[in-house]
C-alpha cells in the first residue's frame, strides 16, 4: 500500500531551527512535495526533491533520501508566521500525489 | 492569494438539499482537483480532470458528481450528503508537466467548509 508518515504535532521556540521528518512507501515515485498550510487557508507549495541531497531556499530547506524513502523539511530562524501545519506528499507513478495527515508546527516566544 | 477562487467558502446544508461547490482559475493550467481535507486525516484525492477530461475518480461515492465544462471551471455538485461529509473540500490546479495528469506543483484555492446537518 501507499503510505506517508509525519508526525502529529511539533513545537519549537521563536528563532530556533526544527526538523519536520516525513516517510514514505507510494508505488513509484516521481517526487517530494513540502506544502504549508495556516488554519483556514489554502495550502501553499514550499519545496519539490526528486534527486538525493538537500534543497535551500532562503530559511526553509528539503532534503530527500530516495534509498530510504525519508524526507525532511528544515526551518531556520523560527518566526511566529511559521506556525501552520506542514504537508508532506509523494508523487507516485501515476503522477498523483499521496499526502501525510500533515504535521502541525506551534511556534512558542 | 493563489490564482484559484472557490464559492462559497462556508456551507451549511441538510441531507436532503442539492447544492454545488464552484472552483475557478485563470493561470492556464490544464489540470484541476477535488480534495477532501478532514481534521487529521490527510488529504483525499476525489477527482482529476485534465485537459477536461475526468482522468480519476478515486472510489468517491456517486451523491458527489463533479463537472468540469472548460478547464477554468470545475464544480462539484452535492445531493443526499451525509454527516460524516462534513469537511474542508479543497480545489487545485496544476499546468502542464509530469505525466498524464499533470501532475508537478499543485495551486489550491482556500476551500469550501461543508457542514452536513
Known amino acids: 500500500g501507499q503510505n506517508i508518515d509525519q508526525p502529529t504535532e511539533m513545537t519549537a521556540t521563536e528563532g530556533a531551527i526544527v526538523q519536520i521528518n516525513c516517510t514514505y512507501q507510494t508505488s513509484g515515485f516521481n517526487g517530494l512535495f513540502w506544502y504549508q498550510q495556516h488554519a483556514g487557508e489554502a495550502p501553499t507549495f514550499l519545496s519539490y526533491?526528486?534527486l538525493d541531497g538537500l534543497e535551500e531556499k532562503g530559511r526553509f530547506s528539503s532534503f530527500l533520501s530516495r534509498s530510504k524513502g525519508y524526507s525532511y523539511l528544515l526551518l531556520k530562524e523560527l518566526q511566529m508566521k511559521d506556525s501552520a501545519s506542514y504537508l508532506c506528499a509523494s508523487m507516485d507513478s501515476n503522477y498523483q500525489l499521496i499526502w501525510g495527515a500533515g504535521t502541525k508546527l506551534i511556534i512558542k516566544p | 492569494e493563489t490564482g484559484v477562487t472557490q464559492t462559497p467558502r462556508h456551507l451549511v446544508m441538510g441531507m436532503t438539499n442539492k447544492k454545488s461547490l464552484k472552483c475557478e482559475q485563470h493561470?492556464?493550467?490544464?489540470?484541476m482537483y477535488w480534495y477532501k481535507q478532514s481534521a487529521k486525516k490527510p488529504l483525499e484525492l476525489m477527482f482529476v480532470y485534465n485537459f477536461k477530461e475526468q482522468t480519476e475518480n478515486n472510489s468517491v461515492p456517486s451523491r458527489f458528481s463533479p463537472e468540469c465544462p472548460n478547464s477554468s471551471h470545475l464544480f462539484l455538485h452535492l445531493h443526499t450528503l451525509q454527516p460524516e461529509d462534513s469537511a474542508l473540500y479543497l480545489c487545485?490546479?496544476?499546468?502542464?508537466?509530469?505525466?498524464?495528469?499533470?501532475?508537478?506543483?499543485?495551486?489550491f484555492g482556500p476551500g469550501t467548509r461543508l457542514t452536513v446537518l
Open positions: 526533491n526528486v
Open positions: 487545485a490546479s496544476s499546468p502542464p508537466g509530469m505525466g498524464l495528469a499533470g501532475g508537478g506543483e499543485q495551486f
Open positions: 493561470l492556464g493550467h490544464n489540470a
